[in-house]
Nanobody
Framework: QVQLVESGGGLVQAGGSLRLSCAAS????????MGWFRQAPGKEREFVAA???????GYADSVKGRFTISRDNAKNTVYLQMNNLKPEDTAGYYC?????????????????WGQGTQVTVSS
């Protein structure tokens, strides 16, 4: 069992930055791939970024070059550094853990989910 708690969301102006954190508790965090997804009002949840336990990363095209996912296994934490934020990045951001280490874009590959943190980008 893995519990995930996100933090770091907030209100920021377009062009600004935020860093989201996802603290994990439970066993064997270092063996899980971790992902970030987001969901805007009235839209389906979408993939943002993922990192395997070995550090391999993947990103949605819409955030490449602006967002960076990283993990600190010693702290059981995964981060999402978001730069040059745009109003269309406004959404609830969710952290997820994948025991199969797929680090995929597919929600169904993830076993555990956090409650989310809200990011609002004003124009």
């Amino acid at each position: 069992q893995v519990q995930l708690v996100e933090s770091g969301g907030g209100l920021v102006q377009a062009g600004g930055s935020l860093r989201l954190s996802c603290a994990a508790s439970g066993r064997s965090f270092s063996y899980y791939a971790m992902g970030w997804f987001r969901q805007a009002p009235g839209k389906e949840r979408e993939f943002v970024a993922a990192v395997s336990w070995g550090g391999r990363t993947g990103y949605a095209d819409s955030v490449k070059g602006r967002f960076t996912i990283s993990r600190d296994n010693a702290k059981n934490t995964v981060y999402l550094q978001m730069n040059n934020l745009k109003p269309e990045d406004t959404a609830g951001y969710y952290c997820a853990a994948d025991g199969g280490n797929h680090a995929s874009k597919t929600e169904g590959d993830y076993d555990y989910w956090g409650q989310g943190t809200q990011v609002t980008v004003s124009s």
